[in-house]
T-cell receptor, first 118, second 113 residues
Framework: GAVVSQHPSRVICKSGTSVKIECRSL??????MFWYRQFPKQSLMLMAT?????????EQGVEKDKFLINHASLTLSTLTVTSAHPEDSSFYIC??????????????FGPGTRLTVL | KNQVEQSPQSLIILEGKNCTLQ??????????LRWYKQDTGRGPVSLTI?????NTKSNGRYTATLDADTKQSSLHITASQLSDSASYIC????????????FGSGTRLLVRP
């Protein structure tokens, strides 16, 4: 299967600082990546769709100025949590969409990043 | 409204036993259904994927079934192992251009020795 990596795997930061999380598709190109957030014992919640070379599309209720997404290449998308606060503490997961042709498309998930804001 | 519901919410079984997890969906138009395994603190890993025309698909000790008429799917785990302890998430995608996935809330499985 396709491989998607995330870095860092966990990060602890002080309230008010910004944190950048990287998502890379290692063995395929992805024009579309997705960013999810997951709270304990809950399922994944889509935050935004990241499109290479264009602006991200945010889900309702997600602040685009707080969660900055940059998809500058076909293998890398970054999520920056600006001015992080304790309520932003969560598990952030990215996925990369692999399009093999026709209707064959599948999202491959990264291992996740645990963010703790003190 | 597109929804995916899973049951049970949690399940405890003894090592070596079998179990079946359920998924009902109201996604239309339906494209495909996936079962994922998510270990604690990790990203989801795909177990099976089924399209409209597929009734069953196996991956080792995991067997998924799909009834597109009743919009139900199940995941059967045979001869459970301690490493099967995880959350199992049913995910459905619709036929549209957004590629978005609709997630169930998951079933948390605990396999005890």
């Amino acid at each position: 299967g396709a491989v998607v990596s995330q870095h860092p795997s966990r990060v602890i930061c002080k309230s008010g600082t910004s944190v950048k999380i990287e998502c890379r598709s290692l063995d395929f190109q992805a024009t579309t990546m997705f960013w999810y957030r997951q709270f304990p014992k809950q399922s994944l919640m889509l935050m935004a769709t990241s499109n290479e070379g264009s602006k991200a599309t945010y889900e309702q209720g997600v602040e685009k100025d707080k969660f900055l997404i940059n998809h500058a290449s076909l293998t890398l998308s970054t999520l920056t949590v600006t001015s992080a606060h304790p309520e932003d503490s969560s598990f952030y997961i990215c996925s990369a969409l692999r399009v093999a042709g026709g209707l064959d498309r599948e999202q491959f998930f990264g291992p996740g990043t645990r963010l703790t804001v003190l | 409204k597109n929804q995916v519901e899973q049951s049970p919410q949690s399940l405890i079984i003894l090592e070596g036993k079998n179990c079946t997890l359920q998924c009902n969906y109201t996604v239309s138009p339906f494209s495909n259904l996936r079962w994922y395994k998510q270990d604690t603190g990790r990203g989801p890993v795909s177990l099976t994927i089924m399209t409209f025309s597929e009734n069953t698909k196996s991956n080792g000790r995991y067997t998924a079934t799909l009834d597109a008429d009743t919009k139900q799917s199940s995941l059967h785990i045979t001869a459970s192992q301690l490493s099967d302890s995880a959350s199992y998430i049913c995910v459905v995608s619709a036929v549209d251009s957004s590629y978005k996935l609709i997630f169930g809330s998951g079933t948390r499985l605990l396999v005890r020795p």
